[in-house]
């Protein structure tokens, strides 16, 4: 019983204290200003400066060329899916262990997902096993996807190499769902969401950076970021007709939220900073304890958004119990998609890490302004109810 740490004598004080939210914004900035400047000049719909500075400062930052800003990430995604050949009667491969818009935007398109296992590693869609299907596939003659969408989970990058392979083969695009990991980097120092065809992100309002509510398509390519701007603009032909050549959509971002995303973008590198140093302080503090985090693959470097971890030996919901009581927010992780009711019967290509991985994981408080003194607190409470792996 040596290993077990006494659980009371702090619980009195402990309940007087502030809880401890998982993830929620930090706006210290410019966000009132340029907000007021919405108002003042009258520009509070999707016509405004606010949203093109916004996309070029963004596009300048993740090292794209092109940025189309959107009303949220799902419909960058279902913008970017359809751009890239998602259609009733194709199949895109997506990572079945996610938030669940990674898979609903391929259902929306009317194609359908192949929803892929996990790898252990880095928690993301195994993308050496999809390859190694795609290129079955082909030698069997059958059809191969249009594009398939690599999703970067919990800031930590994909694995995207044997995609590359893929698309350098078959000439197969990426749409990258980077929605949770912006910052995040590949080993040659690229920013995710900028090794496909087109990435995607989220200005959700636990993610790194927020709008409120909206989203950011980005592109390389000049026909594409053109093509994505005119579908998130109900597809509406330049002049002053309506005359429309597609069903587009509702989906530009408004001068309002990009005046706050632009005020966020302002602070990323020290948000980036705090996320990375509370990734940093858990998994020391947690280092002999039988919880295990998800690693980027050598080179590649995670923007540490959320800090997840997998309880390896004990119960999830009693942790989660034992950090309630102590103010302390946490929640489990997704289950993977094939669990929920709208995805149960489609298609996957294995499930076994993500089933573990839905059932073990919990997230622990994120926020980009945590104090050290809140990092001890979340460290304490966690230490208190597991027993550390004694090493012999
Ligand atoms: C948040 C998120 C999205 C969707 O973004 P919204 O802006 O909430 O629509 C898509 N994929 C993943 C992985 C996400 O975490």
């Known amino acids: 019983m040596a290993g077990l740490r006494a659980r009371t004598g702090r619980f009195g004080q402990v309940r007087q204290m502030k809880r401890i939210p998982l993830c929620v914004p930090v706006l210290k900035g410019n966000e009132a200003r340029y907000l007021a400047e919405c108002v003042d000049t009258g520009f509070v719909s999707s016509v405004g400066p606010f949203v ?12 794209a060329r092109y940025a189309v800003a959107c009303a949220s990430g799902t419909a960058a995604l279902h913008v970017s899916l359809l751009a890239s050949g998602a259609l009733p009667g194709t199949t895109v491969p997506v990572a079945d262990f996610s938030f669940i818009a990674s898979v609903n935007s391929v259902v929306y398109t009317g194609a359908t997902p192949l929803l892929v296992d996990s790898e252990p590693t880095t928690w993301n869609m ?5 390859h190694d299907h795609v290129v079955s596939l082909a030698r069997a003659g059958a059809p191969l996807p249009p594009v398939i969408e690599v999703v970067h989970i919990l800031g930590t990058p994909a694995r995207i190499e044997p995609l590359l392979a893929l698309r350098e083969r078959f000439g197969i695009k990426i749409v990258e769902d980077a929605a949770e990991s912006l910052g995040a980097t590949f080993p040659d120092g690229r920013q995710v969401g900028t090794a496909g065809e087109l990435g995607c992100f989220s200005f959700n309002g636990n993610k790194l950076i927020t709008c409120g509510g909206g989203g950011m398509i980005v592109t390389n390519d000049a026909d594409l970021a053109q093509h994505c701007r005119h579908l998130t603009t109900q597809a509406k032909l330049p002049g002053p007709f309506y005359r429309h050549d597609a ?53 590649a470097r995670a923007s540490h958004w959320l800090s997840s971890f997998t309880i390896d030996h004990d119960d999830r919901a009693a942790l989660v119990a034992t950090l309630d009581a102590a103010g302390v927010d946490s929640r489990p992780v997704w289950q993977p998609a094939h669990e929920q009711l709208p995805h149960v019967s489609q298609p996957r290509l294995g499930s076994s890490v993500a089933e573990r991985l839905g059932r073990t994981g919990v997230s622990l408080p994120s926020s ?17 109810h597991l027993t550390p792996v004694t090493s012999s």
């Open 52 to 63: 093109e500075r916004f996309e070029n400062e963004f596009a300048k930052w993740v090292g």
């Open 126 to 130: 195994d993308t050496e096993l999809l």
């Open 247 to 299: 069903v587009g959509f509702n989906y530009r971002l408004t001068n309002v939220a990009a005046a706050v995303g632009l005020a966020q973008l302002e602070q990323i590198d020290t948000f980036l900073e705090t996320k990375r140093k509370i990734a940093a302080c858990y998994r020391s503090a947690f280092a002999s304890f039988p919880v295990s985090a998800p690693h980027a693959h050598p080179g």
């Open 368 to 384: 980009a302004d945590l104090s050290d003194a809140d990092i001890d607190r979340v460290t304490e409470a966690v230490q208190q």
